[in-house]
């Protein structure tokens, strides 16, 4: 009990200031940056999501798996990129030492803190716009596991990156399902290739 009692009180109202300092920051030019960038992000996802809808059945069918490759691996490189660049994001502690709360559960929250940036809502809204003008192929732009597997990965990589453990077998886990990611991307017109993707997204 005493690992999940500060829980309930905190990680929500944490989670809730996080996420409005990144959607609405107190300085009012960041905010306003930051509303043009979203207003944009849903104007492309709603474009995208026109193109799914017409372009399926259009000139542009047999062209849709070369241009779903090329957007897949630009949402993997860039969701890959966005702990590392411009500079690597260290792990910050969640709670203070003196919280009653396990390692493991600290190390849980701090995920959940480290998930809500700017660079992946920027990512994550163009994806739902897409989804809700074109709900019949969601399954193309809804592939927003790949957003939470990419941050698993980067994630758990500086982890063991800030505790020196290099030679960790969680690390050799997932640089193999990196690899399968990868490889799942190239082959859009594959069978099962939602149930693969949703297997590779899970994996990390």
Not at 92 to 111: G, K, M, Q
Not at 118 to 141: E, K
Request: hydrophobic letters at 60%; proline letters at 7%; aromatic letters at 8%.
């Amino acid at each position: 009990m005493a690992d999940h009692a500060p829980l309930g009180h905190f990680l929500p109202c944490l989670l809730g200031r996080r996420l409005r300092a990144v959607l609405w920051a107190a300085d009012g030019g960041e905010r306003a940056v930051a509303l043009l960038l979203l207003a944009i992000g849903l104007a492309y996802g709603a474009g995208f999501g026109a193109l799914l809808n017409h372009g399926a059945s259009g000139k542009l069918a047999e062209f849709l798996p070369q241009l779903l490759i090329g957007l897949n691996a630009t949402l993997l490189g860039s969701a890959l990129l966005i702990d590392f660049l411009p500079s690597l994001r260290p792990v910050a502690r969640s709670l203070p030492d003196h919280f009653p709360v396990s390692a493991r559960l600290n190390v849980a929250i701090a995920f959940l803190l480290d998930l809500i940036t700017l660079r992946r809502v920027l990512l994550l809204v163009p994806l739902l716009m897409a989804m809700a003008v074109a709900p019949g192929h969601a399954a193309v732009p809804g592939l927003t596991l790949l957003l939470l597997s990419t941050a698993a990965f980067t994630f758990n990589l500086r982890l063991l990156a800030a505790l020196g453990r290099w030679r960790h077998p969680l690390l050799a886990l997932h640089l193999g399902s990196l690899a399968f990611l990868l490889w799942w991307l190239g082959r859009p017109g594959s069978p099962h290739y939602l149930a693969l993707g949703l297997l590779a997204g899970a994996l990390p």
